[in-house]
């Protein structure tokens, strides 16, 4: 076998296998623990503009929920929020239909959801709730790949700690969107792919087939993992100049099988793409908003510590928190020099390949892709991990060695238990971006004397006033006007005026002795004042 056999780690385990299996029963029972507080408290933030065309797709409403808000009538938020139900009139080709409109969206996660929004629980609930799910088996599936890579000991452990208590992965294990699903595969597909050349076997290569199929169903970035387990086979193969032999040592056809067989079972989403392909690049365009080299540096710094702790709802990190940067620079660096050849390469594949394609354009080209940690993070996954082998390499050595690696496991469980309480806490949090504030602007709204709020048409008003609606009182009106309609001017059976994302129409719509005031420092919400007063 060109792959080397997983080295064991821990001698002190095989030594003693009752310590041992006490040692890793106490680590299960707290691990379970720390992972079940991702099925808490599911809809305590807000359901935000995006986790909204969710529920919209997968119940398969977009065209109704266009049509009806922007109908020029007077509306309820109870009538806007009903999109956000199942109707029973409504198939799962409805579903397809609406998936098949944002193309760039995967469907595996959201035909599951429209299972699980069968059950007998609010959608919302449902929908997280199966995110939920996915995260409660991602520290599964960092113990699975870290043993498969690295053998018994610490190291499976310390990684699947480092996963359950993230704050970076409790929140998307709890948002109705598919991120927790993604990771969690692009793990086991490649634990899939390192038990399959151990062991060379055909169902293990089914296996790793399936794991890739399920992959690439479940978003469309997961098709960088092709490359990265090409290039990992690649640099696992006995080390030859003779380029004929180097091939044949390599499992190619069981690998290209699994991937052919995979690629085939994905054809169809692919000719959805092909067929959409305008729709999906009029839907990605506000990527390439340009922001700056050294804002979207400093967003993965922040990417980086919130996966360790994340104490704050702002969308940067305080300051103080990038010394975390440091210490877990230094453990990268002794990753790449100590870590077992050709092992190591797996998780830094994963790292540089996410990195890549995220940070990569944003730098040549400009676009603020690096700003939405979402799309990057089996990069900032593969830097726990990595950090994960230094830590548990160090806790099955004798000496300070072991007390250090103790203390420093111990402080990254209390800082991230501690970000966990906070986000609990919360009312909201950054990851809803800019429908964070909505609580606030719900409160200054549903505080009007006949408030009415006036939309302009557009996708983002959609969304944003349906994540609103969650948390405006029954007193309170809704008008959207049509794109060809002439927007309505102020209404005076109507005490405060509340406008959303208003056009230049709009704004002259209601009269040159008002002014338009933020609210909540937000750019899409504004109220209606005269002029002069506030």
Request: aromatic fraction near 12%; charged fraction near 15%; proline fraction near 7%.
């Amino acid at each position: 076998m060109f792959f080397a056999p997983r080295p064991l780690t821990s001698s002190t385990a095989a030594a003693n296998d009752g310590q041992a299996r006490s040692w890793a029963i106490a680590a299960i029972v707290l691990l379970v623990l720390v992972t079940g507080f991702r099925l808490i408290g599911l809809d305590h933030l807000p359901v935000w503009h995006d986790e909204v065309f969710t529920l919209v797709r997968v119940f398969g409403h977009p065209a109704e929920l266009w049509e009806t808000l922007f109908s020029g009538r007077l509306l309820t938020p109870d009538e806007i929020l009903v999109f956000q139900w199942p109707n029973p009139a409504k198939s799962w080709g409805d579903t397809l239909q609406a998936l098949a409109e944002h193309p760039e969206h995967a469907p595996l996660y959201y035909l599951l959801g429209r299972v699980t929004a069968m059950l007998p629980l609010d959608p919302v609930t449902a929908l997280r709730g199966t995110s939920a799910v996915f995260g409660c088996l991602l520290p599964i599936g960092a113990f699975w790949l870290m043993r498969e890579l690295f053998g018994r000991g610490p190291v499976p452990w310390v990684a699947a700690a480092f996963v359950a208590i993230s704050p970076l992965h409790f929140l998307y294990a709890q948002e109705a969107r598919q991120y927790a699903l993604w990771t969690l595969l692009v793990l086991t597909s490649s634990a899939a792919l390192q038990h399959a050349l151990d062991r060379n076997r055909p169902r293990d290569w089914w296996l790793y087939g399936l794991m890739t199929t399920l992959g690439l169903y479940s978003h469309l970035l997961f098709a960088l993992m092709l490359p990265v387990h090409a290039a990992y086979l690649w640099l696992g193969a006995a080390p030859s100049s003779d380029l004929r032999r180097r091939v044949q040592e390599l499992p190619i056809r069981s690998w290209l099988l699994a991937v052919g067989v995979a690629s085939v079972l994905f054809l169809p989403w692919i000719l959805v793409l092909f067929a959409g392909f305008g729709a999906t690049v009029g839907h990605t365009e506000w990527m390439d908003r340009a922001v700056g080299a050294q804002r979207n540096l400093l967003a993965w710094a922040g990417h980086i510590v919130r996966a360790f702790l994340d104490v704050s709802p702002n969308p940067q990190p305080p300051p103080v928190s990038l010394w975390l940067l440091v210490p877990a620079a230094a453990g990268l660096f002794f990753y790449l020099v100590r870590a077992p050849r050709p092992r190591l390469w797996l998780l830094v594949l994963i790292a540089l390949a996410y990195l890549g394609v995220v940070l990569g354009p944003d730098l040549l080209f400009g676009g603020s892709r690096s700003l939405h940690v979402r799309y990057g993070l089996p990069a900032v996954l593969a830097v726990q991990l990595m950090l994960a082998w230094v830590l548990g390499t160090a806790l099955a050595r004798r000496g300070t060695s072991r007390i250090v690696a103790a203390v420093v496991l111990a402080v990254v469980m209390v800082l991230g238990g501690y970000s966990q309480w906070r986000i609990l806490s919360a009312e909201t949090w950054w990851n809803k971006h800019f429908s964070a504030w909505n609580p606030e602007v719900a409160r200054t709204v549903n505080a009007l004397e006949r408030p009415l709020v006036v939309v302009s048409p557009s996708g983002v008003a959609a969304g944003e006033l349906v994540s609103l609606a969650y948390r405006l009182g029954d007193h309170v009106r809704i008008l959207g006007y049509g794109s060809h309609d002439e927007p309505p001017t102020r209404r005076d059976d109507f005490g405060g005026l509340v406008l959303l994302l208003p056009s230049e129409e709009l704004r002259a719509s209601v009269g040159p002795d008002t002014m338009l005031e933020p609210i909540a420092g937000t750019w899409q919400w504004f109220l209606v004042r005269p002029s002069g007063k506030r």
